[in-house]
């Protein structure tokens, strides 16, 4: 039986010792069904999981779950698509370089043991990242990510992907494009509120945007915040 419910999400931080690198996001969501439990955590390049079957009390070792030769996969998210499958976005950069080689989205089946080979979700011009999972609203999927949206740019933009089914992601559009705006749209979130309207928040930036149309046009407005981060 596949995982039915999302029913909270838990980030942290932590560090490999053995590489002395800097500490990578873990990004994971736990997903419920009698109930058990996958959190996803970015070790070294390898995504790794976990499960439990008590409600989070306990857990199972960790183990490798997703894994590409030559590439570091980061900012892991994940989210129960429509038909019960286990959808996954992550970007990934090159091991050796540290170049960005943009965004995949990935399905796993049989609640997250297997996983396949996964598709590319072209974003901007380069540096397509993501970290943040999709939220529903209106019977509409969208995802946020974020990366430059020309080889002349020095700032982070901020796009939107849609789904009808949470699986299959149409072609990004522009939401924030920093540059134009001299904002650092990087890392955005999304937010539905009672009345349906998105907000998308950013870091480094005391700026939002909004929608009224499930993502379909967007309004950048200032925030009651002087940044985000």
């Known amino acids: 039986q596949l995982f039915?419910?999302?029913?909270?999400?838990?980030?942290?931080?932590?560090?490999?010792?053995?590489?002395?690198?800097?500490?990578?996001?873990?990004?994971?969501?736990?997903?419920?069904?009698?109930?058990?439990g996958l959190p996803l955590l970015n070790d070294d390049g390898t995504l790794r999981a976990a499960w439990s079957s008590d409600a989070g009390a306990t857990w199972t070792d960790h183990r490798e779950v997703l894994a590409v030769d030559g590439s570091d996969l980061r900012d892991p998210s994940l989210w129960v698509a429509d038909d019960g499958s286990l959808m996954m976005a992550t970007y990934y950069k090159n091991s050796s370089t540290g170049t960005?080689?943009?965004?995949?989205?990935?399905?796993?089946?049989?609640?997250?043991?297997?996983?396949?080979?996964?598709?590319?979700?072209?974003?901007?011009?380069?540096?397509?990242?993501?970290?943040?999972?999709?939220?529903?609203?209106g019977g509409r999927w969208v995802l946020p990510l974020y990366a430059f949206s020309s080889s002349r740019s020095t700032r982070f933009s901020a796009y939107v992907a849609s789904s009808t089914d949470g699986i299959t992601f149409g072609d990004p559009q522009l939401v924030v494009d920093g540059?134009?705006?001299?904002?650092?749209?990087?890392?955005?979130?999304?937010?539905?509120?009672?009345?349906?309207?998105?907000?998308?928040?950013?870091?480094?930036?005391?700026?939002?945007?909004?929608?009224?149309?499930?993502?379909?046009?967007?309004?950048?407005?200032?925030?009651?915040?002087?940044?985000?981060?």
């Open 4 to 36: 039915q419910r999302c029913f909270t999400v838990v980030s942290a931080l932590f560090q490999n010792p053995a590489t002395d690198r800097e500490p990578a996001r873990a990004a994971a969501e736990m997903l419920a069904d009698e109930p058990a």
């Open 100 to 137: 960005i080689r943009g965004v995949w989205l990935h399905r796993s089946t049989d609640g997250g043991a297997t996983w396949d080979s996964g598709r590319q979700l072209t974003v901007g011009y380069s540096g397509a990242s993501c970290g943040n999972p999709p939220v529903k609203v």
């Open 179 to 229: 540059d134009a705006e001299g904002v650092q749209a990087a890392e955005p979130g999304l937010n539905v509120l009672p009345s349906g309207a998105l907000v998308m928040t950013m870091r480094t930036t005391s700026r939002w945007a909004t929608s009224r149309d499930a993502g379909r046009t967007w309004t950048l407005t200032a925030s009651p915040f002087d940044s985000a981060s």
